[in-house]
């Protein structure tokens, strides 16, 4: 058999809707609820940030939901992604496992992120928007909305947690290139921020407090609103053209996923490949066993609590239904900022309550150890984020070693690592440490869940 | 019309051989000759650096090289590499001009460099070669070559210019994750290095000297071999997939170049997606003119002496006949560092010499320029190499605008700048300057030049 096997679509063959899973979900998901009165929002408290066409994405329980001509226009640039079969790989882990990945790095930004990207900045554009405002973590978010604005022609603010900017000077550089403006987070521009830093000058920031700053900067302008790269189900909903595209690249392989691996963070890439094919399951359609893994530091799947919680810090944002650490919850530093976040999508902690995925917590070290074998085999190097899944993925190859059993396993590569080689530098030099999340600061970040009449 | 048009090709339809131009040249190049006797070398003078096939190579009349069924293989990880039409940069430009771009930067590696790096592994490894020392510039060679290396078990040692290593720590922290040790040059390691550094510790190097390190070390350990990323005519046949693939995707758009740019360092990426035309033409078919764009600051096409000279600064390696600045020439420093070497490919230098293209010598602000452009229009951010042939090819589109015709522009976007985004920083913060070269230095290089016998 050919050692390199790589599962092309026709451009055609890119997607023309979005697949919804709230058609197909036995329960609903939970109302987002008012911070205020805790009743159920609709859709105009939501117009002050988001334009009318994703706060109906956000409640849409229709199946399909089509993709505007000039997204998929730009989708073009990059899709359909390549799966490839990872043969090079199986012969090192002399694993019975038939190994497939999604790569979503060949987009310009380097990662799943311009998916949903494009489709915001489309959006807002045609709702008359001039700017938008919005946070990143590792800057994988911050730089394909910059992207996405530059081919829209809309402004981009970004507000970058303030240890990823100083880790990530490369980020910064790439969202201005793209013409964005790319600021430390906590800063001195908002109240949010300057509320932060008057307590603590030196605060390294977190996606919560971002998002907080990214928020006010929209709630304040009539011309601005406000984008996120992950959590919400419009966002999520825009990743699913990676998983519908893996079925038909899996279908010309002539093959069906057993398990599928995804990393973690807000949940954005791992619904992306998820959601299509639990679908199908749902839908009465084959079954396939699903695992999102997520960092050991920062566990809001496998260790948070199911409740109705702030998305950000400073909590202007309304409340959902999420697995939640709280919002005031700040992970010890490792080295994947994009999975750095206290709450996980409510789809996506909607399906692992439904019992419909399985979770598992990881560190670093041997998640680094994994990417480095991959790029070894492979070639490509990840993203740390997407180590995660490369690592899940590995243990269920091994597994399948140990049963003697042939599995396919299907995991989402979703991005390269090209502006992360600083935590590969530390990983070599052995300066990595596999840090636990602080379980008194959990405990306490829990208590202040905000209270809600059941 | 439709704004992203991409032209790709079905996998099978990879090149089957690779295209050599020696067989269509009305001369033939000179000979190379041995730095001692001055007299033609034979194979087995370069047998201590080189596996036979590659040597066969770069004497060979043949048209059609095959290329080895495991080297396509790997090619299939990234090839056929897209085709587009960058419509959205000649709206920006509102020119006539029809602009196309054959786009490198999907190797793992980020250029077209993996084309060579693939082959020269694969020979080296069949050959029996345990290990391969080379040298870098701005690091696109080197982590090309590592990547190969991984992929066939092939120990890589890379000596990187010294100005690049201290610039460019990512490209060092990728090169060690594909597995291969990298080392800055001068280094104490080599009796060349050492000779350097006693002169003048501080050194900040060069190509040239690192080739002597890396040819020291080839000739001296008899399971090591020597690969040199462009110039020799083997590297500039393998990267001629590059322009075979463009001809079949230009038959797609239904359209021929009129003009076709590529920036030159060495000139591998050049040759590769230029000398598939310029054999059509020479065989009789379509004629199109050729521009070559390098570097104000390092002039070899534009401000060299076509004569004998050796590739490095140590005289190692025999005398090639190509368009010098005189091996000891050190252009000041700029941030094309793939675009810093004294030389130029024979072949290049040859098809000059005959008349068959043009060369431009342009400054690095305004390529930056022209790279900020094109990642505002098309997405993509370029190396400042490949800036090069982007500004190149932009004023081409301007004259088109100025002439009021409708010209078809191929351009070679050899590779991206996610490793170069200080060199972005750095034309933000208007630090960039446009230096020249030194005219006195230039003369007294030129005076250098070793006299060959006519």
């Known amino acids: 058999m050919s050692d390199t096997i790589k599962y092309l679509l026709e451009e055609e063959r890119i997607p023309k809707s979005w697949y919804n899973i709230q058609a197909d979900l036995p329960q609903p998901l939970a109302p987002v609820l008012h911070p205020g009165t805790k009743q159920p929002i609709g859709p105009d408290d939501l117009a002050p940030l988001f334009p ?10 229709e199946r399909e939901v089509e993709i505007p001509e000039p997204v ?20 090192v882990l002399d694993t019975p496992a038939r190994i497939y990945y999604k790569y979503e790095g060949v987009s310009p930004a380097g990662s799943h992120k311009p998916n949903t990207a494009v ?5 807002n554009k045609e709702a008359g928007i001039k700017r938008i405002s919005t946070e990143t973590g590792a800057g994988q978010w911050g730089s394909s909305l910059a992207f996405a604005g530059a081919f829209f022609g809309l402004e981009i603010k970004v507000f970058m947690v303030r240890v990823s900017f100083n880790q990530k000077p490369y980020r910064k550089a790439l969202m201005e290139a793209y013409g964005a403006t790319c600021v430390a987070s906590p800063s001195n521009e908002t109240q949010s921020g300057r509320a932060i830093l008057e307590q603590r000058p030196d605060h390294p920031g977190s996606l919560g407090i971002a998002i907080s700053e990214a928020v006010e900067v929209a709630a304040q302008n009539a011309d601005t609103n406000y984008a996120l790269g992950s959590v919400l189900n419009h966002v999520l909903l825009h990743q699913t053209v ?24 807000g949940g954005s890439n791992f619904a992306g490949i998820v959601f299509p094919f639990l679908g199908e399951q749902l839908r009465g359609g084959k079954k396939v066993r699903v695992v999102a893994v997520e960092p050991a530091a920062c566990p809001s799947l496998t260790r948070g609590k199911f409740a109705y919680d702030f998305g950000d ?10 697995h939640t650490l709280g919002s005031t919850f700040t992970p010890p530093g490792f080295h994947a900022g994009g999975l750095r976040y206290h ?40 993203a740390p984020e997407a180590n995660h899944a490369i690592k899940g993925a590995i243990d269920e190859a091994l597994k399948c070693k140990e049963e003697g059993v042939s599995r396919a396993i299907l995991f ?7 502006f992360d080689m600083q935590a590969y530098m530390d990983y070599f030099a052995d300066k990595l440490v596999d840090q636990d999340y602080d379980p008194q600061e959990l405990a306490m970040a829990l208590a202040g869940l905000p209270s809600v009449p059941a």
Chains 1, 2 share one sequence.
């Open 412 to 418: 989402n590569f979703c991005g390269h690592g090209h």
């Open 72 to 91: 998929r226009e730009i989708y073009k640039q990059w899709r359909p992604s390549p799966l490839f079969r990872a043969r090079r790989l199986e012969k």
């Open 119 to 123: 489709a915001q900045a489309f959006y």
């Open 52 to 61: 009318m066409a994703l706060i109906q994405q956000e409640v849409t329980t």
């Open 343 to 382: 709450g996980m999508a409510p789809l996506v902690s909607h399906v692992q309550d439904l019992g419909l995925i399985e979770s598992v917590g990881l560190h670093q070290k041997g998640c680094f150890a994994a990417g480095v074998q991959i790029a070894r085999s492979e070639g490509i190097l990840p």
């Open 313 to 322: 810090t400073a909590h202007l944002t309304p409340l959902v239904k999420m």
């Open 242 to 265: 990676v998983g519908q595209e893996a079925m038909l690249q899996m279908e010309m392989a002539n093959d069906y996923p057993d398990v599928i691996v995804g990393c973690t963070g």
